[in-house]
Each structure stands twice: as C-alpha cells, then as structure tokens.
C-alpha cells in the first residue's frame, strides 16, 4: 500500500446543451466457473475509495474492470489489499475500509461482509472453520470463524503483521516492522516461537524439499537492504540466508509449481534455483522502465503474470511471460493492480 498526494484543480465546464442522459450501470460480469480466469485485486488510491477487482477472462481475453460494483450496486471501498478463496467463497480483504467482502466468486455478489479489523492486510485459511487475518495496525492477528464469518478473537503480535503460510499445523507470520518470523500454532491460537531474520518480511514460500523460503525487503528508512532466508519447519532454524546489495530492497517471493525456482522483484524480476548458493547475478525479466509491483505463477503452464503498477494513478496493466521469460501479451487492469488470483 503506498500513499500518494495528489493535488486535484478543480475544472468547470460550461455548456448550452441540454443534459445528456444518464449512462446505464456497466452489466454484472458473466457466470464464472473455476479456471475460467484471472481475478486482479486493484488497490486504488489510499483514501480515495477506488479500489477494484478486475477479472481477465482466459477464453476471449475479455477484461471486466470492476466486477463487484456492478454485482452490488456499491463500490468495493479503499485499498483493496489481497484476496483468497476459501470454502467455495471468495474473500476479498479491503484494507483501509477495514473490512473483508465475502462474495461468490461466480458472480461477485457478496453475501457477508466481515467487519471490526483495525487494518487487515491478508486472509489465510488454517481450518475448515477458521481463517487468521493479518494487520498493518493491529499487533496481530485476527481469527475468523468461517460458518458465521465473525471475528472471534485475536493473537497478539508485535508491530506489522504481513503474509502468512500454514505448515504442518503451524502458521508462519512475516512482519514488515520486526525481525521476526513469528510462528503460531494453528489449533491452540497461541504464539509458540520467534525466528530472527530481518526487518522488512513481506512474502515466503515452500519448496519441493519441505524447506521454508522467506522474503525481507529490509529497512528503507535507514537503507537497510533486504535478505532472503531459508528455514528448516521442523526445527525452526534458519539454516540458509543471503543479503542483498546496498539499496536494494525486494518483495514479492514465489516458487515454480515444481517447487524448485525461485522469483522475486528487485526492480526486475529475477530467478534462482533452489539449490544454488547464492543470489542471482543478473535478471530474468528485465523490467526495461515498467513499475514491476507484483506477479503469480500459473501452476497449470508455469506463465509469470506481473503487474505494472505504472505510476499509482492511471490504470496498470498485467503482462504474461511463458516459463522462459518471454512476453507474450498483456491486458489492463485497475489502479494500482496489487494482487493477481488465478480462480
């Protein structure tokens, strides 16, 4: 979430022509089915109440660049921060709204909203009945019961609570404040151990050997670069780790569907294999001027799906490169596309 000033001058327009009729309502989206395509969760601008979930339609590469307004007659809200499916629903996490939209993803209309968050970042689903949702504000985490979707309690946590990722009952929290990777147990609701890494944790992953792969951008403030970790799950030490040149800042950590690459943004896009020993010299999308603000895997064809935030004001774009890193197409999204979710 980033914070932008825009300073707004007002135009006036005056015209002798009678009013002209009033636009109907963009139709809601068609049915979707799972794997029909891509949702892209758009923040927006922070306090501008913009935020959108587009929808890229696989088949006729069809764009619908707001699907919930539409299907509710209402706008989404401000800062629309990530999204997951979860028991046939789709959970869509609005940030500075401080809610959470439950929608049928089929045709984004909502059936419950999820409200009393202070700042909720992401959702992850830890039980059949029972979701942890984490906070930029809120020193911890959420949990949610997933049959009323109600907020039924709360585990405390220093500072900012980021992405998360269930292992073997226990959940991994990042947090962007403390150099801490926090570790919850997910039946008891209890803290359980702390892991020193860095300031900065913004994304983690497993790999095909079981192995845990955290993410830090590190400390911009103080040019603290970032560092990318390696974390046995069974004992909790990290076991691998690797800093980032001065200045260099990377987010956005994911792995191949083989579980054997890694990628992350550092200004490009960059790749290594899981066994090499230290961090790629050169990139593997090179990001030629374009804001690089996030990407997904397609597990199906191994495609990259970035988006190109642009310049958090007009509308970005999501480009999709093949396995090998070549672009082949691109479409439009909202502002500031900060997720993308294939369904």
């Not at 919930?68 to 209402?74: D, E, K, T």
């Amino acid at each position: 979430m980033k914070k932008l000033y825009i300073f707004l001058i007002p135009v006036f327009l005056f015209s002798c022509k009678e009013d002209e009729p009033i636009e109907p309502a963009p139709a809601p989206v068609q049915t979707i089915q799972p794997g029909d395509g891509i949702f892209v969760t758009n923040e927006g601008n922070f306090q501008f109440g913009n935020a959108k979930v587009s929808f890229f339609r696989f088949s006729n590469s069809a764009v619908t660049e707001d699907v919930f307004q539409p299907a509710n007659n209402l706008p989404l809200g401000d800062v629309c921060q990530g999204m997951s499916f979860i028991n046939g629903a789709a959970y869509v996490v609005v940030n500075n709204s401080g809610k959470i939209e439950v929608v049928r993803p089929s045709d984004f209309v909502s059936i419950a909203t999820i409200t009393g968050f202070t700042s909720p970042r992401y959702i992850l689903q830890v039980s059949a009945t029972k979701a942890y949702v984490s906070d930029l504000y809120g020193n911890g985490l959420s949990t949610v019961n997933l049959t009323n979707n109600t907020i039924t309690g709360h585990i405390t946590i220093p500072g900012w609570t980021e992405r998360m990722l269930l292992v073997n009952g226990e959940v991994f929290v990042t947090n962007a404040e403390r150099n801490k990777l926090y570790v919850v147990n997910a039946s008891t609701d209890q803290l359980t151990d702390s892991i020193p890494v860095i300031k900065g944790g913004n994304s983690l992953v497993t790999d095909a050997n079981g192995k845990l792969w955290v993410l830090c951008s590190g400390d911009y403030l103080n040019t603290s670069p970032g560092e990318l970790f390696r974390v046995n799950t069974s004992t909790h030490a990290v076991e691998w780790n690797a800093p980032f040149p001065a200045n260099h800042y990377p987010t956005c950590l994911n792995i191949d569907p083989a579980g054997n690459a890694l990628y992350f943004i550092d200004t490009d896009i960059h790749k290594m294999n899981i066994t090499d020993s230290a961090l790629p010299a050169s990139a593997f999308i090179v990001a030629a001027g374009r804001n690089y603000y996030t990407f997904s895997i397609r597990s199906s064809t191994g495609d990259l799906y970035v988006s190109d935030a642009i310049d958090y004001v007009q509308r970005g774009r999501i480009y999709r490169f093949n396995s090998s890193g070549t672009e082949l197409s691109y479409f439009a999204a909202g502002v500031t596309p900060g997720g993308i979710w294939f369904y």
